[in-house]
């Protein structure tokens, strides 16, 4: 280990990275979730946190060439996830924006990986609770930093 940190982070990292697994395959073994390919479903999600961006901006958030964006965003049209829509402040340029559909299915399976995890947080003790609590406020500190 090169940072003494190096411990936390691989700790984290693999936690974070089980708990996606483990809530995935379980609304896929409930029939309730629709997945998709992580490289698209980050396009989606960034563009449903940023409407109306331009895919250079896509890609500059997502830190992938523009080409790259621009591939899985036509995959995105065709199956009726975004939307491109004229740019109003340059007409010979487009927007993205996320499919009403899409959106109503997108918050349909957050509300119900929430509802899963929130059921087995229940079952933690009311320290273990507070503790998950306590951290929230640290990884998003963690994700802003990374992001900038």
Known sequence: ???PDEGIARGLLDAAFDLRRVLRAHLDESGT????PLAQAEVVR???VFPDSRIGDIASRLKLRPNTVSTLVRTLVDKGLLDRLP???DGRA???RVND???ARRARRTDRRA???AAEIGKLSAAERRAVEKALPTLVKLNDALRA
Request: charged share 25%; net charge negative.
């Open 101 to 103: 559909e899409r959106a």
């Open 33 to 36: 979730d629709e997945t998709l």
């Open 115 to 117: 509802e899963v995890l």
């Open 94 to 96: 487009v927007v993205l």
């Open 1 to 3: 280990m090169s940072h």
């Open 87 to 89: 740019d109003p402040a």
């Open 46 to 48: 960034t563009v449903a």
